[in-house]
């Protein structure tokens, strides 16, 4: 596996690549590989001839007093997780090669980017579309690996692409979990051993409503406030919890056909998000 | 020289050249086109394998009450221009094409949109970077022309391709002008002989502040007072005139070194844009 850091050797790297006819598939990361992005670099290595994973920890997606200075780092176990799964090339740019000191350019998918984690992280989709256009130019890839788990990003990835006309497929794959149904995610390292214990409960009360939606409850409010009952029980506070329409992110106050349930909580410091397709 | 109006099939045709090795050169139009964008063809005809000019009059870079509604159109003429000067492909495409129902996404420069033309255009350049990356990554150019008499935009496109790692070398050409000066563009056609008669000085007053300035005058508030006089001597009415770091086009007090000078006036109901780099 080679490590590329320079964003203009990456590029010319894979400008040879595709001239050559191969198929390129990335997997963008913030680094702390969990199996997660693994089971990403996995479906990547299946349906491309050549895997990237880029690992950068994006500053423009945090906000002040937010977690960007203790987001977890392990790149030499990034490097021997991404080689083991089958990464040709590890993407693993400096803050500076990605933001020149003039930079100045953003992107921004409206009304997609201000729902649900939007309302409390203002600027973080701003911040994540921007930079994942930066590195689909760079890399050029045909296809881009995202999990479900960050729902509202891959919905906003998707429109940002399909909007600007980007030449990449966005791929969004499920979310992997730990076996008390935690969605694997880099900040789970932030967790106490009780905290992670609690956290299961997050997944559990998202399976609740998934069953109390097939029992034929059907308001939005009722199924939220079950929700909310469920985890405040366990000490759990809530950031949002919002029944939504998959493709438009809209309140729903009704459940009609596929719906997305999608929740971000606060166990202790640490902010986790987690979400459940119910079709109803 | 063919005509393309579908999106998907000009990204098709265009990855055909690619793979095949062939470099594309593109001149991005509304458009009415004049001498000075035949100059930009010209010169991509030079620099490139295959010469693809698009005509799209693009609405999110008008506000309400521009003149979008009138803005000159004149496909028949345009294509027989095109073709004898060489372009290869006509990219016209609807606008339901380029602008799909659930259209969401923008790019902006922060800073560099905000001065000059900003002032009273506030949503222009944000139309602007937005249509031109749509384009850049439909086309997959690797040069794309500009005239400098759009010198703000020229700025805005070059910062945006460099801040989001765009795979297209942005070219500005010098303005061409009428025999009077007056600087070639479709809004002209707009103009009565006798505001055409005016227009003309226009590029005088500019002309004029440059001998000022090589006469020793460093002044800008000066500089731009004799324009104004100048101008407002002909009923010609100032939207602005600024004295700009050609870079970054912030407002310089004093001339030092290279300098833009740009205006943009009004005569009759018509707006006019002009600039002059200046060695002070």
Request: charged share 20%.
């Given at each position: 596996m080679r490590v590329i850091s320079s964003p203009e050797v990456m590029n010319s790297v894979s400008r040879k690549l595709i001239r050559s006819g191969k198929s390129i598939g990335l997997v963008p990361t913030m680094g702390a590989l969990h199996y997660g992005h693994l089971s990403l670099i996995k479906k990547a290595r299946k349906e491309n001839d050549i895997v990237i994973v880029s690992v950068f920890i994006n500053p423009k997606q945090f906000s002040k007093g937010e977690d960007y200075e203790r987001y977890p780092k392990d790149i030499i176990n990034d490097r021997l997780k991404a080689a083991k799964f089958g990464c040709d090339i590890l993407f693993h740019p400096g803050n500076d090669s990605i933001y020149k000191k003039d930079f100045a350019t953003h992107v921004k998918v409206e009304g997609l980017s201000e729902a649900m984690c939007g309302t409390s992280r203002p600027h973080h989709f701003k911040g994540v579309a921007t930079i994942c256009l930066k590195l689909f130019n760079i890399i050029m890839p045909g296809r881009a690996y995202f999990g479900q788990k960050d729902y509202q990003q891959t919905v906003i990835i998707k429109r940002m692409v399909k909007d600007l006309n980007v030449n990449t497929d966005i791929k969004a794959l499920p979310t992997v979990r730990e076996s008390s149904g935690l969605a694997m995610s880099s900040?789970?390292?932030?967790?106490?051993c009780q905290e992670r214990e609690l956290a299961g409960f997050i997944y559990k009360s998202l399976k609740d409503a998934q069953r109390l939606i097939k029992s034929g409850e059907r308001r939005s409010a009722k199924i939220i406030s079950d929700i909310s009952k469920a985890l405040r029980s366990h000490h759990i506070n809530i950031d949002y919890i919002s029944i939504v329409?998959?493709?438009?992110l809209k309140n729903l106050k009704h459940t009609k056909g596929k719906v997305l349930i999608a929740l971000a909580v606060r166990i202790g410091k640490t902010r986790l998000i987690d979400n459940i397709l119910v079709s109803s």
């Open positions: 900040r789970n390292s932030y967790l106490s329409d998959p493709a438009t």
